[in-house]
């Protein structure tokens, strides 16, 4: 957690509630959320599968190209499923006016977009991850490379939901708003999108994969301290 | 604190407008002159280079438009932060300003590089890090002006647009490093771009001054687009009537010579 | 206190207002009029610290509400036109979830007490899609009923809100101001509250 607004806590919410709680109130609200409109979370899902099935089909069924392909394949389509479901992310809340009252409420911003985002992972990095094996056999892959596979998902979408709630933030009821935050925050993924199929590639070449996994791990503690920093400023900006 | 006081003086777009408007002139000028002794020593005077013959002499726009995509990105973020943190309305026109600049000399620098790759290693594009970090910095300054166009509030457009500037400036080691990473984990190309061994120093000259050229033209662009911006966005200031009014008046040089500055930037 | 200085807001080219200033004391109503457009809604933003103002500032007791943040956001409570309420929740979920972002934890029972209140009885456990406009509105203003905030600032509370509502919130108001709380409204619709010389005017129209 970002230290300053710890620092600022201590001082401001003095009364009942700490920060877990403001964290836990986003965190559970959204999760019940979803539960009560379940589609959109099959929807990501099934996206992220037809978009893997679509390459055998575009390239060809040879299984040795496909199974050196499937790295890459599988995390582009993880990518662009984290994506789609992130133009969602604010979306409501800002229409119903809900954001003006978590930008206004006494808590720090960020630690409410923290536990959105949280709630965000756990609906769509952790179902992408788990379905990523049957993927993986799909195109080949061997059980070990899987387990690398699941594993670099597991640290590289929790990097994407929090570096695409910036794009997501800054193009809240903007036109065009779902492709324009694909144009902002698809660069941005980049180097996770290199450590994470890169790790599969590299251990299936038999090279150890420690430092993609650290690597992975680094960005996901920079981001975890910078970014809801970040899009609550983007969220500040936008509401206004 | 004269000092303060003097970028405070500048930083209000009233007194900022009028020296602009000096500046772009100048800068124009120098743009254009070193421009064309810069071509005419890399085309006619700089010898051959051993290797590469005369394809070559591209690099005279090649390397320099790069440096200066990689340059106006970092001020252009710079100038972000300083209006987003300092809530400085100037700054965040003059990072809106240079983004379209930056943007071309990307453009340029992508365009020359694979002209430059076809004759050197038979390729107009390979997935060399350089190349495609910098296929991603175009990517961000996309992003940073198709932001900034689709948000109808100026004042958001412009605040917006800066953050993303300050991440993307953040993220832009990260991305060059992974490429990089990237690239030496897949096959190494044995011709990297850049590697050129001896320079003679006529053509390290020559690069110079194309650089300063390049240099002088952002410049000149930008602050016309500022010009423009600030007479966009200030056009019910009490200032911008009046300078309208004599103008219109064409009672003193100086405010013509503003208004057609003012004209040839909507141009 | 809270006092705004020299506030000036502009919306694209257009000045609404300038070198506004006045203050809200303790126990006190004000009453911002204004036609449509002439920037009822932006003032009530900006002194929220949702909108910043051109110029000007918004003072809280001796202090910019800029740098209070989060100290100064636990002393207000915003109404706007937007109810902040999720369609797919019930109401006391909604209420639960309204409080607890202000501060307040609500029990179960204090939940569907309030929005029997409100006057929702048998209808605290549907999702709050199927309830009328009016409905969600009192859902909505049920947070005001355990509101801890001592500024409450509500854009156009009585819009759509039938005569008892009405004055379910007239009461509300009055008890709120009894208690020391300070409050700014907007309302287009005469309501005793705001007749006669109970609240303060400000007119942004002259």
Known sequence: MAEPTKHESMKLCPKKLGLFTAFRLM??????????????????????????????????????????????VIWVAALLASMLSLSTLFASDYEDGTLEQMVIAPYPLSVLVLGKLFAHWILTGVPLALLSPLLGMQLGLSTDAIQVLVITLLLGTPVLSLIGSIGAALTLGVRGGGVLLSLLVLPLFVPVLIFGSGAVEAFSAGINIDGHLSLLGAFLIVSIVFAPLATSVALRISVE | MANSRFWLYFSSPKTFYPFAGKLVPWCAGVAVVLTVIGLYLGLLVTPPDYRMGNSYRIIYIHVPAVWMSMLIYMVMAGWAAVGLIWNVKLAEMMAGALAPTGAMFTFIGLWTGALWGQPTWGTYWVWDARLTTYLLLLFLYMGFIALRSAIDDPRRASKASALLAIVGAINVPIIYFSVKWWNTLHQPFTVAPGQESKIDPTMLWTML????????????????RIRSEILERE??????????????????EDNIAQEKSAQGDRA | MLEARNLECTRGDHVLFNNLSFTLSAGELVHLRGSNGSGKTSLLRILCGLFMPTNGEVMWGKEN??????????????????????????????????????????????????????????????????????????????????????????????????????????????????NGGMVILTTHQDVALTLGNKARQINLDS
């Not at chain 1, 559970?28 to 599968?49: G, Q, S």
């Not at chain 3, 956001?73 to 937007?82: A, K, R």
């Not at chain 3, 209420?95 to 609500?106: F, G, P, R, T, V």
């Open chain 2, 235 to 252: 056009k019910n200031a009490s200032w911008v009537a009046e300078l309208l009014d004599s103008s219109q008046d064409t009672s003193s």
């Open chain 3, 65 to 178: 509400i800029n740098d209070l943040r989060e100290e100064y956001y636990q002393e207000i409570s915003y109404f706007g036109h937007l109810n902040a309420i999720k369609d797919e929740l019930t109401g006391i979920e909604n209420l639960k979830i309204s409080s607890k972002l202000a501060d307040i934890e609500l029990s179960e029972q204090q939940a569907l007490e309030s929005l029997e209140k409100m006057g929702l009885y048998g209808r605290e456990d549907l999702p709050t899609k199927f309830l009328s406009q009016g409905q969600k509105r009192r859902v909505a203003l049920a947070r005001l009923l355990f509101s801890e905030a001592k500024a409450w600032i509500l854009d156009e509370p009585f819009t759509a809100l039938d005569v008892a509502a009405v004055d379910l919130l007239q009461g509300l108001i009055t008890k709120h101001l009894e």
């Open chain 1, 27 to 72: 965190l559970v609200r959204d999760l019940t959320l979803a539960m009560r409109r379940r589609t959109d979370v099959f929807t990501t899902l099934f996206f992220f599968i037809i978009a893997v099935t679509l390459f055998p089909l575009g390239v060809g069924p040879e299984m040795e190209l496909l199974r050196t392909m499937a790295p890459g």
């Open chain 2, 209 to 224: 001054i194309m650089v300063f050229a390049f240099w002088a033209y952002a410049i000149a662009v930008a602050l016309l």
